[in-house]
């Protein structure tokens, strides 16, 4: 005889046994319970995957290290974009620009030697983020023989007569010329033209095409700086020099009637008595350019050739009021000791001399550039015989020119 459950545990199976049956009933028809571990039947989800990291831009110079000076310097951008880029350096920022495309950037302005330039901006990687990029080059150094420095007369400020050229001499030879006049510009106001003429590889001139109109402003630019000078040499330290034209100061010499007529901007000013250079001292005729001026100057013949102890010779420490017009040692100047000639003889060793009122007279009027034109003598000036640039003809002149 089997035993009897009680009747307590027969009610709690029965209950267990119609709940466990509802929960199955409940899922086949697609109801949902609340539940913790995600729905009954289905694969568990899976977490994001994580995407690795966007490579890191990287900035390059074009040459680290041994850049010439006249080649490009480029900084670009390796897998990734420029979104700005500063170029520093001891001489200061260097100009550039990033291109279209932000793949690099290139230098505008012109570098220094034995200079190192660094590089600092940001870039954006191929995700979108940016980081902050930097790079360094440095350019070669050069020996003071492989540099050319230049000098410009007038000097800034300075106020010159219509006669003035521009000189531009450089302390090591230039001879790629065409590179450095393409680099040499003169402007004025009001506007004449005018042009470059090569002396030689360490000299160039300027001159318009006839004498400067009085008051004219004018800007000399030698931008020649890091430009190539050919064999290995390179121009530096540009200048940019402004200057006026004064009043128009021209003097006109007759040797054969001892005379010199000064004009004021047009107007005749004063005849004076002269003397100018005897026999074998003959003194030069055409276009001078007082170069100097010296309230009181040393004249000694040696300097010019002529012996102390000579017939001719001389040695006299305080010639007053010289304004000097060659190279070759020709000056306008006090000659008290020739006062009985002037007018009447040509005494001189080449000077045009005058009494020490008259010289003192166009002393004070005068000032370099102002022109003194010569005539009546049979030796004739030369171009490179002080500021000559006046006695070739304007076509003669631009023939001169490298360009």
């Not at 160039?204 to 050919?230: C, E, F, L, M, Q």
């Not at 100097?292 to 001389?314: C, H, L, W």
């Not at 010289?322 to 009447?344: C, D, I, K, N």
Request: some cysteine; glycine content about 10%; overall charge negative.
């Amino acid at each position: 005889m089997s035993a009897v459950r009680p009747l307590r545990h027969r009610v709690l199976v029965a209950v267990l046994a119609l709940t466990t049956t509802g929960l199955v009933a409940c899922d086949a028809t697609g109801s949902r319970t609340g539940s913790s571990t995600g729905e009954a039947g289905s694969e568990p989800s899976s977490s994001p995957t994580s995407s690795a990291p966007a490579p890191k831009v990287r900035l390059a110079a074009s040459r680290r290290t041994g850049l010439a000076i006249d080649q490009d310097l480029v900084f670009r951008a390796e897998q990734g974009t420029l979104r700005k880029l500063t170029v520093s350096s001891p001489e200061g920022p260097l100009q550039g620009e990033v291109s279209s495309d932000g793949a690099s950037w290139t230098a505008t302005g012109r570098l220094e030697p034995g200079t190192t330039y660094t590089a600092t901006g940001t870039a954006e990687r191929t995700d979108g983020s940016t980081q902050e990029v930097r790079a360094r080059a440095a350019t070669t150094d050069l020996t003071l023989d492989e540099q050319t420095y230049p000098s410009v007369a007038p000097l800034q400020g300075e106020t010159v007569g219509v006669g003035m050229p521009v000189v531009v001499t450089f302390d090591v030879p230039v001879s790629d010329r065409a590179a450095f006049e393409r680099h040499m510009t003169v402007t004025s106001a009001p506007a004449q033209p005018g042009a470059w003429h090569w002396l030689s590889d360490n000299e160039a001139h300027w001159r318009p095409r006839s004498y400067w109109k009085a008051g004219t402003d004018v800007t000399v630019d030698v931008d020649i700086n890091s430009v190539p000078a050919g064999n290995g040499v390179y121009g530096q330290e540009s200048r940019q020099v402004d200057f006026t034209v004064g009043d128009a100061v021209i003097s006109k010499v007759d040797a054969r009637t001892h005379r010199m007529q000064t004009f004021i901007n047009g107007d005749l000013a004063k005849t004076t008595p002269i003397t100018t250079g005897k026999p074998g001292f003959t003194t030069r005729s055409g276009v001078k350019v007082i170069m100097e001026k010296f309230r009181s100057r040393r004249m000694n013949s040696e300097t010019v050739g002529i012996p102390n102890d000579s017939a001719e010779g001389y040695d006299l420490d305080d010639v007053e009021y010289a304004m000097r017009v060659t190279y070759s040692g020709e000056f306008l100047h006090a000659a008290p000791w020739s006062v009985g000639s002037q007018g009447s003889a040509n005494v001189s060793h080449g000077c045009t001399g005058m009494s020490t009122a008259d010289a003192k007279w166009i002393y004070d009027r005068t000032k370099r550039g102002d022109v003194v034109e010569y005539t009546g003598t049979d030796r004739p000036m030369t171009l490179t015989n002080g500021y000559g640039d006046w006695n070739a003809s304007f076509a003669d002149w631009k023939a001169g020119s490298a360009l």
